[in-house]
């Protein structure tokens, strides 16, 4: 729980986290309840990297509300109902968390893509230079989609998921992604990984998106947008694949469940078996915290 992490988060000398299984939803209450403890502290955090977390924007709100230094917020968000089955096993007393995860098995829970952002925009998004939002396997379990980021008025590499910007009952209500994106954006990487719907979600967002780049920003130096070969067919993929570099886009046929934020949070900590065990048993958690003199790493 995100929670019991608070007393080393708000110590001003540590820069950096780096987080699995994270849990602070306020739909959860007792299971990952979130606020920040200390009001009249202010945390030293600038990198917060965070690993099949489960986190809303309420609980994203309490501690980004505290981080005046942050400038890198990575997120990869787990399905909630499999988090909360996995904190409930862990717990060890199911009568105290079975009516609540209950209620999150029947409800669905959306997730609330647009808000969450949103949030992130509000608290940090005039110092926030990279930012990424991804999914872990979450079983068609529903998304409210991003609408704009322009509150990002720093921001300089972004990763994000096309099922984050529109689902396949929308796909003609997506807007061009210039109109979403912050102007300032230098790298851009878009992952398509669930099917030729949001490949089509893709397409409709780089829609004149060559053209618009030398007059209407964001005009970055590098974008790449990344598919899972195995989810439309050859013939789509080739079609996708024209249409998408004629927007001056690299397009690359990929295993892009793992994305690129991922691969580089997992070789940076390839050498630390604890952490691997965290990363192989969900159930477990850990943090890791950089920049403190007297506290290198702290495992929970």
């Not at 829970?109 to 990424?132: K, M, N, P």
Request: aromatic share 8%; glycine share 6%; with cysteine.
């Amino acid at each position: 729980m995100l929670r019991s992490l608070s007393p080393f988060l708000a110590i001003l000398n540590v820069t950096e986290i780096y987080a699995t299984n994270c849990v602070a939803m306020t739909t959860l209450q007792d299971l990952g309840h979130y606020h920040w403890y200390y009001p009249n502290i202010s945390s030293g955090l600038r990198r917060i990297q965070v690993f099949h977390g489960c986190m809303d924007s309420t609980a994203i709100s309490h501690l980004l509300s505290h981080t005046p230094y942050l400038v890198s917020f990575r997120f990869s968000c787990a399905n909630n109902v499999y988090v909360a089955d996995r904190a409930r096993a862990s717990h060890g007393d199911e009568t105290k968390y079975n009516e609540r995860i209950n209620r999150v098995y029947a409800e669905g829970e959306e997730w609330d893509a647009g808000a969450f952002v949103a949030t992130i925009g509000e608290h940090v998004g005039g110092r926030l230079e990279e930012l990424a939002v991804t999914l872990e396997p979450r079983d068609d379990q529903p998304i409210a989609p991003i609408s704009s980021m322009k509150e990002f008025v720093k921001l300089k590499t972004l990763e994000l998921e096309t099922c984050l910007l529109g689902g396949p009952d929308e796909v003609d209500a997506v807007p061009p992604l210039t109109q979403i994106v912050p102007s300032t954006l230098e790298e851009l990487i878009l992952c398509n990984k669930d099917g030729s719907h949001n490949t089509n979600v893709m397409s409709r967002l780089l829609n004149g998106f060559e053209t618009s780049r030398p007059v209407t920003p964001p005009n970055p130096k590098s974008c790449t947008a990344r598919s899972d070969p195995k989810t439309p067919t050859e013939d789509e993929l080739e079609h996708k694949r024209a249409h998408i570099e004629s927007q001056g886009i690299s397009f690359m046929f990929e295993d892009c469940h793992v994305p690129i934020w991922k691969k580089n949070f997992i070789a940076d900590i390839d050498a630390d078996p604890v952490f691997q065990t965290s990363l192989t048993h969900p159930v477990s958690a850990m943090i890791k915290c950089v920049g403190c003199a007297r506290l290198g790493s702290l495992y929970t």
